[in-house]
Structure formats: structure tokens, C-alpha cells
T-cell receptor, first 111, second 115 residues
Framework: GQNIDQPTEMTATEGAIVQINCTYQ??????LFWYQQHAGEAPTFLSYNVLDGLEEKGRFSSFLSRSKGYSYLLLKELQMKDSASYLC????????????WGLGTSLAVNP | ETGVTQTPRHLVMGMTNKKSLKCEQH?????MYWYKQSAKKPLELMFV???????ENNSVPSRFSPECPNSSHLFLHLHTLQPEDSALYLC??????????????FGPGTRLTVT
């Protein structure tokens, strides 16, 4: 079956580094997305991985290992505004616009 | 410029009411989506439209009726809803080209409460 697992909640300190993990089991794989969603707001795109390795974009980086069905989102120099839910989503097929979504990880950044 | 807009932002309706949710995108995309987001559940895809044609109906009950008059507008017509339909309804859009990394752009959502 299809399954995406993420931790439900995480807590970190302002200025620190946090890693949010995502493991997936899907019938196919054609890319993994990370989205950020602040409470009461729309999810916004953060990163996309389709090949193994690390993609860096400013304070945020995302890693993918297809053989392990594993990804992580790394947030550096945490700021209070990074407190949000982080959603992992997998696209199964090339022509398939359907994304399989995780439950999201609620990150609280404390001063 | 706000890429994807949704109205209303909040809606309270009785089980016998009929209402409609509206979504508009200003990004030149041709694919549009309706999602349902409930507490403690993953985002649930409801419908997908590509160039105004419905390409996916994810076993959604008939009390939800989508309409896509053009590539910029998407509606979700609601009638005889149940309390369990209370949720955040999100609209999204994306390019239709077969690019591998096209992400979906989301609207702010309509918070629906069915009483």
C-alpha cells in the first residue's frame, strides 16, 4: 500500500538546526516534495527531489535516498517564523499529478 | 499579486443548505485541484481538472460537485453536507506541461463548518 511517515511534532531552539525525516512506501516514485504550512495559511512549496542527494536552497536543504525510501528536510539557523507544519509528499507516476501526502510535522521553534 | 485566491475564507452552513466555494488562479496554469484537509489526516485529493476537463475524482461523495468553467476558475458546489465534512478546503493549481518538478500552488483555503 501507500504510506508516508513523518514525526508528528518536533521542538527546536532559535538559531539551531533541525532535521525532519520522511519515509515513504509507494507503488512508484517520480519525485518528493516538501511544503511548509503556517497555521491557517496555504501550504507553500519548499523543495523537490527526484535524484539521490542533497538539494540546498538557502537555510533549507532536502535530501533523498530512493533505495531507502527516505528523505529529510534540514532547517538551519532556525527562526521563530519557521514554526509551522512541514508536509512531505510523493508523486508516484510521471504523468500522474496526484501526490501522496504525509500527515505533516508540526515544528515549534522556541526562543 | 496573490497567485491563488479562494472565497469565502470561512463558511458555516447547515446540513440542508447549498453553497459554493470559489477558487481563482492568476498564474496561467491549466491544472487545478480541490483538496480536503482535516485534523490528524493527510491532505486528501478530491478532484483534478486539466484544461477544464476533470481527470480525477477520488471517490468523492456526490454531495460535492465541482465545476471548472475555464482554466482560471474552479468551483466546489456543496449540498446536503454532513458534520464530518467540516474541514479546510484547499484549491491548488499547477502547470499542465509534463515537466517533472512542477509544484502545486495553493490558495489560503476555505474553513467550512457544517452544523
Amino acid at each position: 500500500g501507500q504510506n508516508i511517515d513523518q514525526p508528528t511534532e518536533m521542538t527546536a531552539t532559535e538559531g539551531a538546526i533541525v532535521q525532519i525525516n520522511c519515509t515513504y512506501q509507494t507503488s512508484g516514485f517520480n519525485g518528493l516534495f516538501w511544503y511548509q504550512q503556517h497555521a491557517g495559511e496555504a501550504p507553500t512549496f519548499l523543495s523537490y527531489n527526484v535524484l539521490d542527494g542533497l538539494e540546498e536552497k538557502g537555510r533549507f536543504s532536502s535530501f533523498l535516498s530512493r533505495s531507502k525510501g527516505y528523505s529529510y528536510l534540514l532547517l538551519k539557523e532556525l527562526q521563530m517564523k519557521d514554526s509551522a507544519s512541514y508536509l512531505c509528499a510523493v508523486r508516484e507516476g510521471g504523468n500522474n499529478r496526484k501526490l501522496i501526502w504525509g500527515l505533516g510535522t508540526s515544528l515549534a521553534v522556541n526562543p | 499579486e496573490t497567485g491563488v485566491t479562494q472565497t469565502p475564507r470561512h463558511l458555516v452552513m447547515g446540513m440542508t443548505n447549498k453553497k459554493s466555494l470559489k477558487c481563482e488562479q492568476h498564474l496561467g496554469h491549466n491544472a487545478m485541484y480541490w483538496y480536503k484537509q482535516s485534523a490528524k489526516k493527510p491532505l486528501e485529493l478530491m478532484f483534478v481538472y486539466n484544461f477544464k476537463e476533470q481527470t480525477e475524482n477520488n471517490s468523492v461523495p456526490s454531495r460535492f460537485s465541482p465545476e471548472c468553467p475555464n482554466s482560471s476558475h474552479l468551483f466546489l458546489h456543496l449540498h446536503t453536507l454532513q458534520p464530518e465534512d467540516s474541514a479546510l478546503y484547499l484549491c491548488a493549481s499547477s502547470p499542465s506541461r509534463q515537466g517533472p518538478s512542477y509544484e502545486q500552488y495553493f490558495g489560503p483555503g476555505t474553513r467550512l463548518t457544517v452544523t
